[in-house]
């Protein structure tokens, strides 16, 4: 079984146009991540939930807005998509929990190669 | 900003040990060490980590010298499954906000040559 899953794994749109990215993860996890990888390979944080709440937000672009239903799911849409959102998106999870000794570590999904035109 | 150093490529013949090094001079005492890998077109995979002793697992050994300013990890057979880029990672024991992320370095390039 999947621990991480992100669908779709390629994406290809249009500039102007609003997408989403799917996520879930089945470890039974209180924390989720969305991390950008660049055309440069970098791999930068963008947000972190724990348990459906924002944790982390980096400096991203508002037209990026994760939702999570429920603690098992977090969904990246992305809204007036711009060339250089074009990049592989990761979605991760970990055991963590707010404001307690975090060593635990994160699990990947596969990624979600996102291409904007 | 990554609180890493590592070299940016490295080789290794099929069979023997990769020796992977990392500095972070500037580590604080409730911050560990982690070692992920990133093989081509995949997500990240943990490999291992470890605050101050030396810490072996399947995959992998790690070892920290006395001062926690350096590491190396150790894959000690290397096969060519293991071509890779290898992140050291530098990330603090107890959270809070900005505690969870790791914050991801260039890595070093890992080619395992048959």
């Known amino acids: 079984d999947t621990a991480v899953s992100q669908t779709p794994k390629y994406l290809v749109t249009q500039m102007g146009n609003d997408k989403s990215i799917k996520c879930e993860q089945n470890?039974?996890?209180?924390?989720m991540y969305w991390y950008k990888q660049d055309s440069k390979k970098f791999l930068k944080i963008m947000f972190s939930?724990?348990?459906?709440?924002?944790?982390i937000n980096e400096t991203v672009p508002n037209r990026f807005s994760p939702k999570s239903p429920d603690k098992a799911h977090l969904n990246l849409h992305i809204n007036s998509l711009e060339l250089g959102d074009s990049a592989v998106y990761f979605c991760a999870s970990s055991q963590e929990r707010y404001r307690g000794k975090s060593t635990d570590t994160q699990y990947f999904g596969p990624g979600t190669r996102l291409t904007v035109l | 900003d990554a609180k890493t150093t590592q070299p940016p490529s490295m080789d290794c013949a099929e069979g023997r040990a990769a020796n992977l090094p990392c500095n972070h001079s500037t580590i604080s005492g409730n911050e560990y060490v982690y070692w992920y890998r990133q093989i081509h077109s995949q997500g990240p995979q943990y490999i291992i980590h470890g605050l101050k002793n030396n810490e072996t697992n399947e995959m992998a050994s790690l070892i920290i010298t006395e001062d926690r300013k350096s590491s190396t990890l150790i894959l000690p057979h290397a096969t060519l499954r293991d071509t890779a880029v290898y992140y050291c990672?530098?990330?603090?024991?107890?959270?809070?906000?900005?505690?969870?992320?790791?914050?991801f370095g260039k890595g070093t390039k890992l080619s395992v040559i048959p």
């Open positions: 990672i530098v990330r603090s024991a107890y959270s809070g906000a900005g505690s969870y992320q790791l914050t």
């Open positions: 939930y724990n348990n459906k709440e924002l944790i």
């Open positions: 470890l039974g996890h209180d924390t």
